[in-house]
């Protein structure tokens, strides 16, 4: 059964860093398109980042200039790097993703479970 898996999240100083990661479990030939996105208690979830199958980012203006998507297709992972974290940055985050699978019964579109990125001093 294929699966997103996130880690990286926990408790941060204000201006520190946290840097997120988004894998798949079961067998994935590839992850393409990956949005990272947040929600915050009593918020709507919101796209934060994204990056196309080529390789193109968007950011929320929120984040632009502080956050970095990235992936690496050697190892099927993605990332979201967050520098200069501010108290608004606190939300669950949640990576989504669009998995080629060696069984096109899998393929598709997935949602991690979430992490817990707290920026507090």
């Known amino acids: 059964q294929v699966q997103l898996v996130e880690s990286g999240g926990g408790l941060v100083q204000p201006g520190g860093s946290l840097r997120l990661s988004c894998a798949p479990s079961g067998n994935i030939l590839s992850i393409t398109a990956v949005g990272w996105y947040r929600q915050a208690p009593g918020k709507q979830r919101e796209l934060v980042a994204h990056i196309s199958y080529g390789g193109s980012t968007n950011y929320a203006d929120s984040v632009r200039g502080r956050f970095t998507i990235s992936k690496d297709n050697a190892k099927n992972t993605a990332y979201l790097k967050m520098n200069n974290l501010k108290p608004e940055d606190t939300a669950v985050y949640y990576c989504?993703?669009?998995?080629?699978?060696?069984?096109?019964?899998?393929?598709?579109?997935?949602w991690g479970q979430g992490t817990q990125v707290t920026v507090s001093s």
């Open positions: 989504n993703a669009d998995l080629l699978a060696w069984s096109s019964a899998d393929s598709g579109t997935y």
